[in-house]
C-alpha cells in the first residue's frame, strides 16, 4: 500500500509565499514523476509543476518564474515552493507521484489535496 500525504496550504496574503511538501511512503520500489495539479472553483484540473526522477522540470506558463519543484529522493518527497503569490493562485492542490511499487507495475498515485488561499 503506497500513500500520498500533503502538508502545508493555508491562507496568505497576494505577493506572500508558501512552501507545498508531499511525502510518500508504503511498498516503493521508485518512484518515476512527481507533480502538481491543481483545481480552482469552476475551472479545471490545471497542471502546476512536474519533476522526473533525473530532476527536469516543467511548468504551467502561469506560474514559470514564481513556483519552483524540487524533490528530495532520499526521502520520497516532493515540495511546491510558491512565491509573489496571486489571488488567481487560490484553489485546491494535489501531489501525484507515479510509483512502482514492490514485486508490481507502476501507478500513479495521488495525495488528498490541500488548500491554498491567496486574498487580494
Known amino acids: 500500500q503506497v500513500q500520498l500525504v500533503e502538508s502545508g496550504g493555508g491562507l496568505v496574503q497576494a505577493g506572500g509565499s508558501l512552501r507545498l511538501s508531499c511525502a510518500a511512503s508504503?511498498?516503493?520500489?521508485?518512484?518515476?514523476?512527481m507533480g502538481w495539479y491543481r483545481r480552482a472553483p469552476g475551472k479545471q484540473r490545471e497542471l502546476v509543476a512536474a519533476?522526473?526522477?533525473?530532476?527536469?522540470?516543467n511548468y504551467a506558463d502561469s506560474v514559470k518564474g514564481r513556483f519552483t519543484i524540487s524533490r528530495d529522493n532520499a526521502k520520497n518527497t516532493v515540495y511546491l515552493q510558491m512565491n509573489s503569490l496571486k489571488p488567481e493562485d487560490t484553489a485546491v492542490y494535489y501531489c501525484?507521484?507515479?510509483?512502482?511499487?514492490?514485486?508490481?507495475?507502476?501507478?500513479?498515485?495521488w495525495g488528498q489535496g490541500t488548500q491554498v488561499t491567496v486574498s487580494s
Open positions: 501525484y507521484a507515479d510509483i512502482k511499487i514492490m514485486r508490481g507495475s507502476e501507478y500513479r498515485f
Open positions: 519533476i522526473i526522477s533525473g530532476g527536469s522540470t
Open positions: 508504503g511498498s516503493i520500489a521508485s518512484i518515476n514523476a
